[in-house]
DNA sequence: TTGTAGGCGTTATCAA
DNA sequence: TTGATAACGCCTACAA
């Protein structure tokens, strides 16, 4: 027992048996056993992180800013990839929670019946993050896709932009914005948009075969809006590629500010979100509430920044 | 004992007995505590990975295959972003050893005396990704940096290029890639290069600004090698931007082979390296090796790939 | 400030 | 095929 004060407890213990412990520790190279510790504490210092992708620029550096601020108050993040479908995260969830993570994030707010017993039953804090809803399960940091797409639409309409083309990928937010977008063009008695789907992840390629079938439908539209900056730059490249200005002969919107956004030619007008600060606040709230602390405003709207720069 | 067996090893349960034992896990919704069970059986079906960031296109692709398939066979994935400080390295490794992972993959083959001693103490297997030694700590998937910087030095100098202008990120492999780039022109006679060192992480805006500081030195290179396609991107978009052609006028080589590199305008010549074969192969020597099995070559050299494109 | 007893929820081992 | 017992290494609770 001291040995284990000694290490997590300093303080109570004499500081010449501190260093005692200290020496020995170092000599024999004794790395305490977390999971020893969490067994008997109940408390595992794990945070289970869920994510649809990693190698989908938006979630990685939330992904990232979570694994920073964990290991900085000493916790550890257990990173799950579980796809798109809702059967795979219930499964992923129901075996990361034999970990017995002391709280969990996942992405969406979109889940199974099954997941929602699964993760309440856990009794551990839960933030849910990137998407926004008065009825979250515990927690949530994210913003309203409803509402960047209104804001995508008006944008562009106030920019005159009359014949809508849309690039979009098929995950259930991306859907969101695209309503938002539609449903604003609806009210103002705009042309309902042409639409291109593509499948996951997005990439420069989609973006460029999306915008080529746009180019060579019957309805050349006079601006793409597409679901991620990625398809945007594909659809840029291949504008110009075949001769087509930007945003003089066809404008491109993009969503997500990702690195490249600002500093392509030409820059690409986006709709920015702190990707960071959603990590950031989401690990927050966690702790805070692990710590038993009173989490004033358990639904956070992170909100979002249309940036206008001058592809559109 | 009986409920344990007919979890994990039903095949030598009754099957009355184990249909007892699933209906009553099903009505309670069970939860197996792996915490208990690391603890007990010694093996935690925990593999601790540690990159030196994953908002890093490079690496993304790697974790996510080891996390695929670690999750087919069991496992879980600890993900650890050490940062590019040997410091921070063996501090992370230390704590991330207490969770009693089975396995540990580490990013690089250069590794501070405490933290190659912590590792092998813990006896547990070792995978070192991304580069290569014929004296790893355990085992190794990776491939020969200096042989990437040979390479793309000897490939350069076949197109004809002779004044060299290097845009490049100051990690360790990154600079071996370009030890092998400088020892091959140094061969050839050729001009030692001018070079631009950009801060990590590597992004578009970067490649924009060493491109133009190259372009406005006195002797203006008349092809630009860089350490990574992101910034062979910027440097692109710069120099077309002064209305500059690529290649004719300077060209730019990349490396990664990132999404992005074959669709763009012009198409750009890099280095591919299996990404995901690296990630599957290093899971699939250590789960060999946890099961017991003789892991043949513990060296395995994944190569590359010079893609000629256009833009060099 | 330090120590003792007991238990956390599993699995290894041996017995039935 | 099932069950009983004793760990695994730590922390909680309480005692000294």
Redesign the interface.
């Known amino acids: 027992m001291t040995v284990s004060r000694a290490i997590n407890t300093p303080q109570v213990v004499r500081p010449k048996t501190v260093e005692k412990v200290m020496a020995a520790v170092r000599a024999t190279?004794y790395?305490?056993?977390?999971?020893?510790?969490?067994?008997a504490s109940k408390r595992?210092k794990?945070i289970a992180v869920v994510v649809p992708?990693?190698?989908n620029?938006m979630f990685?550096?939330t992904?990232?800013s979570i694994?920073?601020e964990l290991?900085r108050r000493?916790y550890?993040?257990?990173?799950?990839?579980a796809g798109y479908t809702h059967e795979s995260e219930a499964e992923?969830v129901?075996?990361?929670?034999?970990?017995?993570p002391d709280g969990i994030v996942l992405t969406g707010i979109h889940h199974s019946p099954e997941l929602r017993?699964?993760v309440l039953?856990?009794s551990i804090p839960v933030v849910e993050i990137w998407d926004l809803t008065p009825t979250p399960l515990d927690m949530l940091v994210g913003f309203s896709h409803a509402k960047v797409g209104y804001a995508i639409g008006q944008y562009l309409l106030n920019k005159g932009y009359r014949r809508f083309g849309l690039i979009w990928t098929e995950d259930r937010r991306a859907a969101q914005r695209k309503n938002g977008v539609c449903e604003l063009l609806a009210q103002h008695g705009v042309d309902t948009p042409t639409e291109v789907l593509v499948p996951l992840p997005a990439?420069?390629?989609l973006g460029?075969e999306a915008c080529a079938s746009l180019l060579e439908s019957d309805a050349v539209p006079d601006v793409l809006v597409c679901s991620s900056d990625?398809l945007a730059?594909?659809a840029i490249?291949e504008a110009?590629?075949r001769g087509m200005r930007v945003p003089e002969d066809i404008a491109v919107m993009g969503f997500g500010d990702l690195?490249?956004a600002?500093?392509?030619?030409p820059a690409i007008t986006t709709v920015g979100i702190d990707r960071w600060g959603v990590g950031k606040r989401a690990t927050d709230m966690l702790l805070e509430k692990l710590a038993g602390g009173f989490v004033s405003d358990p639904i956070v709207d992170v909100g979002f920044v249309l940036i206008e720069r001058h592809s559109a």
């Open positions: 190279g790395i305490p056993n977390a999971l020893a510790g969490g067994l595992s794990l992708q990693i190698n620029s990685v550096d992904i990232q694994s920073d290991a000493g550890h993040m257990l990173l799950c990839v992923i129901t075996t990361i929670l034999s970990r017995r017993k699964t039953n856990a990439s420069l390629k460029r990625t730059q594909g490249v110009m590629h690195d490249f600002a500093f392509h030619e």
